[in-house]
């Protein structure tokens, strides 16, 4: 345990950091804006495409991987706007933020960073196709649930805003990028790759950093009551269901289950509160669900590893 403790407190130390900046130095939230410019669109990209470009082609097609973590994704994001849409009037909209803060992790800013150091390489290419996917699903999820409480559009405007939302996304570009060169065998070399690596070595630390910075420009102002629902859901409920679809459907590589496992671990990405914004729906709430998940991770995520990689939490349930 102290050293699960010890691999994994340098990550949530930088959200710590971050945090405290936040708070002692307050100012105005936009003056992260290159900062998350250079995380999202510079930064990450290049560790995806290291990571991608250098991978064995044929581990990049495992298409039942993929299937059973998207189905794992969506399985708790269509509970949570179950619960959320039943208890709270029928508001499809308010429903479907509370099912994105169950089911979105923050698999893109703590994902690979953590999940590299605890895992190791091997673990690289589950996260890269489990961010790409999960991530093309939240995108189809919000703008479809969204026109369907209220935000009517003719659907071919709604089917190219979800495709552009999905193929514009840096990630997922670049993680076709990193595909297309694993296939045809391109590999960086000289000053092209040590360029990559010095701003894939940078994306988790400013990222986390950032994620810290925002928490505490958006404080806690109360607890609402949907979080008692949310909040295991997310941090116990998500990699449970992944862990009994990945048995089920399996088998599959060991890391590549418990890097599954520990990205549903994770908590509810930032991107909820952004989505809540963009539809000016269940907006502080969002913001509760971002901050409180992500100090309660810091215990979860901690136990989780524990269990894995101790052997206590075998990677089939069903052996």
């Known amino acids: 345990m102290i050293e699960i403790i010890g691999l994994i407190s340098p990550f949530f130390g930088l959200i710590a950091l971050g945090y405290a900046a936040g708070r002692l130095a307050p100012h105005p939230i936009g003056g992260l804006a290159w900062l998350n410019v250079f995380v999202i669109y510079i930064a990450l990209p ?17 298409i039942g991987f993929v299937v059973a973590t998207t189905l794992s994704t969506f399985i708790i994001f269509a509970f949570g706007f179950a619960i959320a849409f039943l208890r709270g009037g029928r508001d499809i909209p308010a429903a479907t933020i509370q099912g994105l803060g169950g089911a979105y992790g923050n698999i893109g800013y703590m994902g690979p960073g953590i999940a590299l150091a605890a895992l190791g390489p091997a673990a690289g290419v589950p996260v890269a196709l489990v961010f790409c996917f999960d991530n093309a699903l939240h995108f189809i999820m919000a703008p479809l649930m969204m026109a369907l409480g209220g935000e009517r559009q003719p659907p071919l405007a709604m089917v190219r805003q979800v495709l552009v939302r999905i193929f514009t996304h840096p990630f997922i570009i670049a993680t076709i990028i990193g595909v297309g060169a694993a296939i045809l065998g391109l590999h960086p070399t000289g000053p092209l790759d ?19 910075v925002t928490l505490a420009l958006r404080p806690l102002k109360r607890v609402p009551p949907e979080l008692f629902a949310i909040v295991p859901m997310k941090l116990v409920l998500h990699p449970v269901v992944v862990w009994l679809v990945l048995g089920a459907t399996g088998p599959f590589d060991a890391v590549w289950v418990q890097s599954a496992m520990l990205l549903a671990s994770l908590p509810t990405a930032t991107n909820v509160f952004v989505i809540a914004q963009q539809y000016d729906v269940w907006v502080e709430r969002a913001s509760a669900v971002v901050l409180v998940t992500t100090v309660l991770s810091v215990a979860t995520v901690t136990l989780l590893l524990y269990a894995i990689t101790t052997g206590l939490l075998p990677t089939d349930p069903f052996a």
């Open 46 to 62: 290049s560790l995806l495409f290291q990571i991608l470009s250098k991978t064995p082609v044929e581990k990049l097609g495992s």
């Open 194 to 212: 040590q360029t990559l690596q010095l701003l894939a070595g940078a994306a988790a630390p400013c990222a986390l950093f950032a994620m810290g």
